[in-house]
C-alpha cells in the first residue's frame, strides 16, 4: 500500500506561487491516480487537482483551475502542485490523496491521505 508525505507548504504572499510535492512509498506509484484536496477552518475538503496514473489526464477544481498545475514523476513516486496567484483564499490544509480505480473529486473517495500540509497566503 501507498504512504504520502506532502512537504512545501508555508507562508505566501498573495500574488505568489507555491509548489506542493507529496512522496509516495511503494513500488506501484502509477497504479494509482493522485490528488490534491484542501481544508481551511471551518470548511468542507475542497477538491483541488487530480492527475492519471500515467499522468496524461488531469483535472482541476474550479477555484483552483487557470492558476494550477498538478505533474507527477513516476520514476520518482513524486506528485506536484503548482500553484501561481495564490490567494489569502487558498489559506488551508492542503492533502495529498491516491485511489485504486476510478476518477473522482470526492474526498469520500480516496482512501490513502498524506498528513497534510499548511498553506498561509497573507495579504
Known amino acids: 500500500q501507498v504512504q504520502l508525505v506532502e512537504s512545501g507548504g508555508g507562508l505566501v504572499q498573495a500574488g505568489g506561487s507555491l509548489r506542493l510535492s507529496c512522496a509516495a512509498s511503494?513500488?506501484?506509484?502509477?497504479?494509482?491516480?493522485m490528488a490534491w484536496f484542501r481544508q481551511a477552518p471551518g470548511k468542507e475538503r475542497e477538491f483541488v487537482a487530480a492527475i492519471s496514473g500515467s499522468g496524461d489526464g488531469t483535472s482541476y477544481g474550479d477555484s483552483v483551475k487557470g492558476r494550477s498545475t498538478v505533474s507527477r514523476d513516476n520514476a520518482l513516486n513524486t506528485v506536484y502542485l503548482q500553484m501561481n496567484s495564490v490567494k489569502p483564499e487558498d489559506t488551508a490544509v492542503y492533502y495529498c490523496a491516491a485511489k485504486r480505480l476510478g476518477f473522482s473529486t470526492s474526498w469520500n473517495r480516496y482512501d490513502i491521505w498524506g498528513q497534510g500540509t499548511q498553506v498561509t497566503v497573507s495579504s
Open positions: 511503494g513500488r506501484t506509484f502509477a497504479n494509482y491516480l
